[in-house]
């Protein structure tokens, strides 16, 4: 981490405890480093590669998720020199099962095998039809930009054919996808003198999808049923203001009711997701027929009984149509604000 850089001007290494690090490097020595370098000979490219092999929780909620995975590196040995690297987007470390270093047609060859809690912002405008993109980050922890890049192409990169049966809740996509690019550490900006604390970032991304089965059947289909019993206030005698009252504040409740029952599976975040939005276009569906209710009600009472039915008729057909043309306006408007 960058901090063990900053606590490095403080700290001194022994001569002992370098010895100590030198013999638990499991690899040649062509490939080892007593400690950290601020310079090295020549400018380094490293060669990064992930290959995943579990895919876990993911979570609406926090934004994470937790992935099993081989990390790979690949560099030209020479002295002094060892990739520093970290995963800039991990929450926890579950567990570092096994790691391996060796020199291969004069590459040296790191591989190691993690399980982590990872942070990925997700946008959940489009809930419950929305497409999410997982990713694991990593970066050159020590040497700045000037002396170290990464590859153009990974190393490696893939996902295990067992990851695809992991989540019952999303679809994985095939395709992983690699990008590099070198950006300013802000943070640490003067604390180099002059030097300006540019360093490299690799980013390995995997699509998801998710399911919408469940949600059809457990969630929009009850509602749009909901609305459509609302509607029948239209097919009631004007007259019989009571049964057309009873059904409205019926169905009004039995959708707040709903909701509340749905709200555990819903996330919670600061904007409207499509699901909030079909709620509120279904508690305003059910509102309007109970205003309309009202007023065809009166129009009865005054003796304009034609004119009310005449009205009721008119909303069999228009509250139904009102309500898909609001509800497309919705889906266009969430996908927009998610670049889709």
């Known amino acids: 981490m960058r901090s063990l850089r900053l606590a490095a001007v403080a700290l001194a290494v022994s001569a002992g405890a370098a010895t100590a690090r030198a013999a638990e490097c499991p690899g040649p020595a062509e490939c080892c480093a007593d400690k950290p370098v601020d310079e090295i000979p020549k400018p380094a490219e490293v060669a990064m590669g992930v290959v995943l092999v579990g895919l876990y929780n993911v979570s609406e909620k926090s934004g994470t998720w937790d992935a099993d995975y081989y990390l790979y590196e690949a560099w030209e040995p020479q002295e002094g020199f060892v990739p520093q690297t970290e995963i800039t987007n991990e929450v926890a470390r579950l567990s570092e099962q096994f790691g391996g270093l060796d020199l291969r047609d004069g590459r040296c060859i790191r591989a190691r095998r993690f399980r982590s809690t990872l942070a990925t912002p997700l946008n959940l405008r489009m809930f419950p039809f929305d497409r999410q993109t997982l990713t694991l980050g990593v970066s050159e922890s020590w040497l700045f930009a000037s002396m170290l890049r990464y590859g153009d192409q990974p190393f490696l990169q893939g996902v295990d054919d067992s990851v695809y049966g992991q989540l019952s809740q999303w679809e994985v996509g095939h395709d992983m996808r690699y990008t590099r690019k070198s950006r300013v550490f802000k943070w640490e900006q003067g604390v180099w003198g002059d030097a300006v604390p540019i360093y490299e ?32 206030v239209f097919w009631v005698d004007p007259e019989d203001l009571a049964s057309q009252v009873g059904i409205g504040v019926t169905c009004l409740l039995a959708a707040i009711a709903f909701q509340l029952a749905q709200a555990s599976t819903l996330p919670e975040v600061a904007y ?17 027929a109970l205003v309309e209710s009202l007023y065809s009600n009166g129009q009865a009472r005054r003796g304009r009984r034609e004119r009310a039915v005449r009205i009721d008729q008119i909303c069999r057909f228009a509250f139904p149509l009102g309500l898909l043309v609001l509800t497309a306006a919705s889906v266009v408007a969430s996908m927009r604000m998610t670049g889709g």
């Open 201 to 232: 970032y690799a980013t390995f991304s995997i699509p998801i999808r998710r399911h919408t089965t469940f949600h059809l059947t457990k969630f929009f289909l009850p509602l749009f049923i909901i609305v459509l019993v609302a509607m029948t």
């Open 272 to 288: 409207l997701t499509l699901a909030d939005l079909v709620f509120a276009l279904s508690y305003l569906a059910i509102a309007l």
